[in-house]
């Protein structure tokens, strides 16, 4: 716990604005470990406010697209900065023995039994610990929870480096906020969370984040405190989202449109907060991380019936979805037996690139386990689509899923729809407009809707 000011209304978090560590950054090199939608964004806040950086990779395949200057879902300001980037990327990890902070985003997904896969966490940092310099102050920013930092990264940084943490080197965890594609809210202003064993390495962190961000930095008492806030945050969407899907499921069977009920309790001033049903939930982060805190508290005798029950009933969507167009097509008099299926998007939110851990793809396998012929189209994916159009593809269909609310399949009408002898849509994400297809010769089924 930080021994410096506390604020007022809550005593035990201290915030932070701009710091004094302005004056030394020139001075100071900074390694970025693992340079994805978390480690990239963050590489170049750092070069643009006057460090010089390293980043270093594994993955040959992203550092030749760093050095070509294409990388998906960046904003367009950190792709101009990415073209004059003068960062030494790398997947020589020599090149980390220079470095005065390391700050490691690698990711931390989950194996197929959903228990936490750390290996590219331990593997980041036995090559952080191999080239660590005394002094260095290491962040870790990883979505990880409570326990990683002092159980697994601290004793592999100590064994690889022989230094000692708190006595050699410095540590802090620092979970990472960023919400790729947010037009809103970038890796500069969103405020952060900072965690450490000591106050030395507290200080040394929120020196350096107050220098790199035009937003709040909030310190916990400790590393747990820190690791846990990830998760509660992350938890606290998915069971949310997991109401208003259970909620969705029911008013479908009820006959009342969860939108209008959503949007009507929005008007309430407090204690409520908006959260829409979905196909399914997905990305790096809501579907995976709160495994990673069910597993840790059941190793420490705890079963989290809520998280898991979230967990359920999201991951359950999908077939939700493939139910929903089968009563559909019944309704048309067909079968998703040979059915022609369209399934409009694989990101797994609008209008970016990234389709990890979509629901797009278990609502194909479900398509293709019925029988359905499916054909694949998102505008942001093209290496995984069946046709190069949006046009091609509506051809080739006799039904549609969409699975994604990308800006380009909310222009869908039933007029549109109707010139292509579409006659039946399951509108995963609600993105399109209800009251026109309910007048139109469409079979239209939202998710609650
Ligand atoms: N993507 C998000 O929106 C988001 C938001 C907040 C937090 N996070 C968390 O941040 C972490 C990183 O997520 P991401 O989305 O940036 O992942 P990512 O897959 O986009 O990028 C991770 C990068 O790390 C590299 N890498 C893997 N193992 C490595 C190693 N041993 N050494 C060096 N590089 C290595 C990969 O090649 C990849 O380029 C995860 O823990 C994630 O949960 C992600």
């Known amino acids: 716990m930080s021994n410096t000011t506390t604020t007022s209304a809550r005593p035990k978090l ?26 990239l964004p963050l590489a170049l806040l750092c070069e643009e406010r006057g ?16 050095k070509s200057a294409s990388v998906p879902d960046l904003s367009l300001h950190e792709q101009t900065r990415l073209k004059k980037a003068k960062i030494k990327f790398s997947n020589n990890q020599r090149v980390l023995k220079d470095a005065d902070i390391v700050i490691v985003c690698v990711p931390t997904p989950v194996f197929e039994d959903h228990t936490p896969d750390l290996r590219p966490l331990k593997s980041a940092s036995r090559s952080v610990g191999l080239q ?35 006595e050699d080197f410095y540590f802090a965890h620092c979970p ?50 820190a690791e846990s806030v990830k998760m509660v945050e992350n938890a606290f969407r998915d069971i949310n989202i997991a109401f208003v899907n259970e909620l969705a499921m029911s008013f479908d069977k009820l006959g009342i449109d969860l939108g209008h009920v959503i949007d009507a309790a929005s008007t309430k001033p407090f204690g409520f907060m908006a959260h829409y049903p979905g196909c ?74 990234d389709s990890r851990e979509s629901p797009a793809f278990v609502i194909a396998e ?29 051809s080739a269909v006799d039904s549609v899923v969409i699975a994604t609310d990308h800006s380009l399949f909310k222009t869908l009408t ?10 039946v849509v399951i509108d995963g994400r ?8 309910t007048t139109s010769s469409i079979v239209y089924r939202g998710i609650g809707r």
Do not use: W
Not at 17 to 34: C, D, L, N, W, Y
Not at 414 to 423: C, T, V
């Open 280 to 353: 399914g939930v997905g990305g790096h982060c809501i579907p995976v991380d709160p495994y990673y805190l069910i597993d840790y508290a059941k190793k420490n005798g705890f079963s989290h019936k809520f998280i898991k029950s979230a967990r359920e009933i999201n991951n359950n969507m999908p077939d939700y979805t493939v139910r929903r167009l089968r009563q559909a097509l019944e309704l048309a008099g067909r079968s998703l037996s040979g059915e022609r299926v369209a399934l409009l998007g694989l990101a797994y939110k609008k209008d970016v690139a």
């Open 430 to 437: 609600n993105c399109l407009d209800k009251d026109q297809f």
């Open 176 to 225: 990472e906020r960023i919400n790729p594609g947010d037009v809103n809210f970038s890796v500069a202003t969103i405020p952060r969370v900072v965690g450490a064993r000591t106050k030395p390495s507290r200080d040394r962190a929120v020196n350096f984040y107050t220098s790199v961000l035009d937003a709040e930095v909030v310190t916990v008492s400790d590393l747990k405190e």
């Open 366 to 394: 479900k398509l293709i386990e019925a029988g359905a012929h499916i054909v694949r189209y998102d505008p942001f994916i093209s290496k995984e689509n069946d046709y190069l159009t949006l046009q091609d593809t509506l």
């Open 414 to 423: 039933p007029e549109i729809l109707e010139q292509y002898e579409i006659d």
């Open 132 to 166: 660590l310099k005394k002094g260095a102050l290491v962040i870790i920013e990883s979505t990880v929870n409570p326990g990683v930092c002092e159980e697994v990264v601290i004793p592999i940084l100590e064994r690889t480096s022989g230094l000692k943490v708190e």
């Open 51 to 66: 460090f010089g950086v390293i980043g270093f990779d594994v993955d040959q395949a992203k550092l030749n697209a760093l």
């Open 14 to 39: 201290r915030t932070t604005r701009h710091s004094t560590a302005k004056q030394s950054r020139k001075e100071q090199t900074v390694a970025i470990v693992g340079l994805g939608y978390v480690g």
